[in-house]
């Protein structure tokens, strides 16, 4: 996506990686040494994102990541970059490996699905990299009820800054 950050995110913060992805952020994760980390950064000009204020002091375009819990790391990420992002998964990436995903027809993943999801879900999307399959459903609605919160907690702190 044009004009949006990517990210790469350090050992420590897989989960919030995750999350970053389903907003529809590049975030790749790495467990590579720090030297390596910052290296990637660097060359994909990606913001680094880690918990390590001596890694976050080392390079330009760090966010050293204060927060404890889950939903106020992904709060302190998109406020303090002055992001808006939309809570919807229309634009998210594989959470599992950061692929881009793609609308798929039924045919090519009914086997892939458990039977009631191939039979009832209304779209399919795959992962282009690992080949994960997504579908609208209770799932995905709680992941976006909890992605409006971090939305809604970001305002907060956007606002108290
Ligand atoms: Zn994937």
Known sequence: ????????????????????RFFGYDCVF???????????????????????????????RTLLVKAERLDEQ????????????APTLERARCGSCNGLLEPTPRAVVQTLVPPHVAATAERF????????VYWPGSHSR???ARMER???VAR??????
């Open 1 to 20: 996506m044009i004009g949006m950050p990517r990210f790469v995110a350090d050992a420590m913060l897989g989960t919030l990686a995750r999350w970053l």
């Open 30 to 60: 790495t467990e590579l040494p720090d030297d390596e980390v910052l290296r990637r950064a660097r060359s994909e000009s990606r913001w680094l994102l880690t918990r390590d204020r001596e890694l976050a002091s080392r390079g330009p």
């Open 74 to 85: 992904v709060a302190e990420v998109i406020s303090r970059l002055g992001l808006a992002p």
């Open 125 to 132: 999307r795959r992962c282009t990299e690992c080949g994960r």
């Open 142 to 144: 709680r992941i976006v």
């Open 150 to 152: 971090m939305v809604a």
């Open 156 to 161: 907060v702190v956007g606002a108290a800054r």
